[in-house]
């Protein structure tokens, strides 16, 4: 439940003691970006690069860099508690573990917090006893649902609560201290930079409102690069809080000039002005600009008082591998010039409580719509960490090629490719349910490019042939990888040839279905001609005339590592769904003959399927393939999404049941040993060497895949069988968020029995939000 005091979480929330033992789960490969022991919420808004503070209290993982992933922690970069009692010398705590570094060596490190809590976008750290004073800290950014102008700005607010627990009156400052870093967001390396940038300088800024610290870089003409702007840190002038501030220290150095005087007087020094970074020497390190700002209390025994700061950072810029540049999101209301900090330091700070109530209201709604337990609400809630930390791109129309604004989700950071569409059909309503115009923005962006052709050529990773780009009629498989050019130049992907896959072209359809919902009429009517190209043409993929498409064994759809021939569960049924959608669709622009044709071939696919599929049990992979009579997770897919979408039943309810029910005992209860349902099980081991995958035979079909495992956890409750979805939902939530460690970094993949998982900061487990009731069309849609 959610309580009225602020910095207690709510009973849902993710929750850990200082003291616990943490889990920490290893890739399957070497090769794969690695899962961090110290997981958080991450900071900042949608398009902006996200900061996370991790559980420690360390600020530990950068998406800064669009379309790129940094793991460093920086001592600089932290709280910093200070106690004094009369007649006792004073005492300071660095709230963060101590560096293994001998920068920030003077400091006195407290440790991780004794508790702390997440529901994104909160987080909740507190330290019961730090020399008699309990110190809580609330951190959060605005990522409110229906609030896109909120959402996407660049900041972070921390609120805490500093408490006496003892007998005698004290006082208590807090500092704030971060690092100059801009530049240092302007590659794909995943360490930290070894540099400071040049150029780089602090500087004051103060106003009745707030105090705090502006850090700047100077600029060689007006154009801006990608990581360059301002960030600025700063604490509010509340009643009672005296602030101060330190323009400038080294954040290289052992720190003693801040830590010092800090300590001793309870203030930021005011320390010398800052210095212009140079390049130096190569065997010699410049120093890193560093500025501090704190507030300072009394408190009599028993006494509380709060303390208010933020972070901002205003980046304006952002460029991918080809050298495109893009003017993030938030631009529109701040700004193009990177000279906005001081003005986002104060709309934070004047907008904290409104922001803080809000995100409790939305946790309110969603706990009382989909059930208060950790793995109802608390799951659900924080899987939408991906919407900062997925190396989300939210870019200005202004300075866009085709004059529109772009939405981007990466697949994952080992899998670099924006809105894989294979796994935003599954994400999708994640997104669209909070905010609708994002993820019509991918809509419209697939819709166009199936109407677009590129004929340069692609070479594929296996067999080495060369294909299109982008073939005539076919929906892209992504809308490009960063390091490249993301929303011009799409399918990046060329482990196989996405222009060969039977699945992208019907979610194009049923995405088009979906968020048209909410973008109403003229937004479907303008999209339909994609719509009619797409289905169009996978119509010569029907090669025996029963309405249903066919397979080809490539593997030619999203489990790019299980072949599938001829008619399959998984492309057949979201042909079908597609075919259905597409009825309406035509209905609605006007085309009665098409819509005619496509219903009657409807009907005719969908005895089709059931006939060839269904096999007493369950519904076959596919009639031809030589993993035919495996059980499947996702046979029901396409029909459960039909359900979803309020387009009726294509399989007859007790039949879905019946292969719900076989697939919830053969691969969840059995293979997957109760941790999770394993894609496929009863594989004929004659079947194994036909897997394409060489170098790991279990790779997607003994693995334990979250998103598809969400996906199956609603089509059990579709159709009915809510004791096994609980059941599922509750396993997956001990071993992501508990056994494994995995929660704000959800994997592709992990394996049963193991500490092993594979390509974390994963999409497709935003399919979580399919436990929540589907959406109810916008109000003027139709």
Known sequence: ????????????????????????????????FAPTQDTGVPLGGIGTGGIMRASTGAFSRWTIKAGGVKQFTLPSAGFVLRVAREGRAPRGFALQPAPDSDEMSAFTYAGPADHWHGLFPKAWHRHDALDGVEVGCLSFSPVIPGQLDAARLPLALFKWRLTN???TPLDASLAFTFPNLNGWFTDFGEDRPERPATGTFNRAVADDAFEGVVLDR???????????????????????????ASVCFDGYGDGAEFWAPFIADGDAPALAESWIVEGGFRENLPGLPTGAVAGRVALKPGESRELTFCLVWDLPVISFGQGRRWYRGYTDDWGVEGRSAAELCRHALSHDASWDADIDAWHRDVAREVGDAPHQAGMAINELYFLVDGLSVLTSARG???????????????????????????????????????????????????????????????????????????????????????????????YRDGNEWKDLNCDLVLCVYREGRAMGADWRRRLFPAVRTAIDHLQQFDRDGDGLIENDGTPDQTFDNIPMKGPSS????????????????????????????????????????TTKLFNGSHFRVDTDGPLSEACFIEQLFGPFLARRLGLGDLVPPEMARAALRTVFERNFVEA???????????????????????????????EIQPGFNFSFAAQLESWGLDAEADRLRRALHHELHVRRNLVFQTPAAYDRSGETCRAILNMRPLAVWWLAPPASPASGAS
């Open 165 to 167: 627990r003892g007998d």
């Open 570 to 609: 998984y492309c057949g049924g979201l042909w079908l769904a597609a075919l259905t959608a597409g009825v309406a669709l035509a209905e609605e622009a006007g085309e009665d003959a098409l819509a005619a044709r496509w219903r009657e071939q409807a009907a005719a696919a969908g005895e089709a399927y």
């Open 400 to 494: 866009s090629p085709d004059g529109r604004p772009h939405f981007g989700l990466i697949e994952c950071h080992d899998y670099a490719l924006y809105n894989t569409l294979d796994l935003w059909v599954y994400a999708a309503e994640a997104v669209g349910r909070h905010f609708p115009e994002l993820a019509a923005m991918v809509a419209e962006d697939y819709a166009d490019q199936t109407l677009a052709t590129d004929a340069r050529w692609r070479r594929h990773r296996w067999h080495h042939h060369l294909f299109a780009v982008n073939s005539a009629g076919t929906c892209p498989h992504d809308v490009g990888g960063p390091t490249e050019d993301p929303f011009v130049v799409p399918n990046s992907y060329t």
């Open 672 to 702: 997957g040993g109760g941790e999770g349902a394993v894609s496929l099980s009863g594989i004929p081991e004659t079947a194994r060497e036909h897997l394409p995958h060489a170098a790991d035979r279990t790779f997607q079909t003994s």
């Open 218 to 244: 100077a600029r060689a003409g007006d154009s801006l690069g990608e990581s360059t702007g301002e960030w600025a840190i700063a604490c509010r002038r509340d009643d009672g809080v005296e602030t101060s």
């Open 1 to 32: 439940m959610l309580t009225n005091d602020p910095f207690a979480a709510p009973s849902f929330a993710l929750s850990r003691r200082g003291d616990d033992p943490v889990p920490r789960s290893r890739t399957k490969w070497d090769v794969l």
